[in-house]
């Protein structure tokens, strides 16, 4: 089975950065896409970023185009995703997600589309 372990979270203020990471194991991580999703109280969880196999193709959700950022390191096996800019309303749970990609895709937003899943790390941002 493949295993996400995320770093990263904690608290920021408003405008300020923060860099969360996703360590992959237990399938060769070339062979996965990569996202992540978010969850605030009281909110459905929603599609953040995803980047794909090669690292070539990357997707982001409208509010955060421009202020966050994908990338993947095949050699190391991990993928972040750096928060610049942020605001109040991007407090929520983050998570990892991967899974192989099909022939329909090569990244996706669709949680259903993901079989593996980090624990979720809390980003909190005050204003």
């Known amino acids: 089975q493949v295993q996400l372990v995320e770093s990263g979270g904690g608290v920021a203020q408003a405008g300020g950065s923060r860099r969360l990471s996703c360590a992959v194991s237990g399938r060769t991580f070339s062979t996965l896409v990569v996202a992540w999703f978010r969850q605030a109280t009281g909110k459905e969880r929603e599609f953040v970023a995803a980047?794909?196999?090669?690292?070539?193709?990357?997707a982001y959700e409208d509010s955060v185009k421009g202020r966050f950022s994908i990338a993947r390191n095949n050699a190391r096996n991990t993928v972040s995703l750096q928060m610049n800019s942020l605001q109040p309303e991007d407090t929520a749970v983050y998570y990892c997600a991967a899974d192989v990609a099909s022939a329909s895709y090569s990244t996706s937003r669709y949680e259903h589309n993901y079989a593996y899943w980090g624990q979720g790390t809390q980003v909190t941002v005050s204003s």
């Open positions: 980047i794909s196999r090669s690292g070539s193709s990357t």
